[in-house]
Each structure stands twice: as C-alpha cells, then as structure tokens.
C-alpha cells in the first residue's frame, strides 16, 4: 500500500509557469523528494474546467517514508513552500490516503 497525499492550488494568473515548472514532473518538489527514500511519484493536473485550479498527487511507499522525509528535510521544505507560496492565490490540503490492492 502507498501512501498519498492530495493538494488542491489556485495558481496567480501571472505565475501559471513558474508554478508548473516548480510543481510538474522535473521541479524543485520533485527534485527534493527524489533524495529521499520511498518516494515514488509525483502528478501535477490542470483542471480543464477551472484553467487556474491545480491539484497534485504525491505518492511515498509508506507514511513512514513520507514523515522520515518531512523531519530529515523541514528547513528546505519550508524554504520551498514559502519561495512557492507567491505563486498561489490559495493551497488546500485534501487529504492523505493509500491506495487499494487486489486481495
């Protein structure tokens, strides 16, 4: 079972680049999760119907993985978020979960 996790952003009109490029497959976030762990993916979507509106799906191969990564980095994720927070009119957390394997 993987471990993940859901955001919702709505991206500044003027920032739509630099936040895909931060948020998307070969970004700052990615690049500092690779380093770690039990990090197995990242999804950024574009919303088709709300241009502006993005979600990410982050994946870990445990929760574990996931906060052994948040304790080991919190001063560069912190200095991440805050550099990105320009980018974003508003970020919503939609949870945690895992996924469903065959039985």
């Known amino acids: 079972m993987a471990f ?4 919702e952003y709505r991206v500044e009109a003027d920032a739509v680049a630099e936040f895909e490029a931060a948020y998307g497959p070969e970004g700052a976030w990615v690049e500092l999760f690779r380093r770690f762990p039990g990090y197995l993916r990242t999804e950024l979507l574009r919303d088709l119907a709300e241009p502006l ?9 445990s929760k574990d993985d996931y906060l052994s990564f948040r304790a080991a980095a919190r001063a560069e994720f912190e200095r991440l978020d805050q550099e990105c927070a320009r980018f974003t009119v508003a970020e919503t957390h939609l949870g945690d979960f895992s996924t469903v394997e065959p039985e």
Request: no cysteine; net charge positive.
């Open 4 to 7: 993940v996790y859901l955001w």
């Open 53 to 61: 509106r993005y979600s990410t799906i982050d994946s870990w191969r």
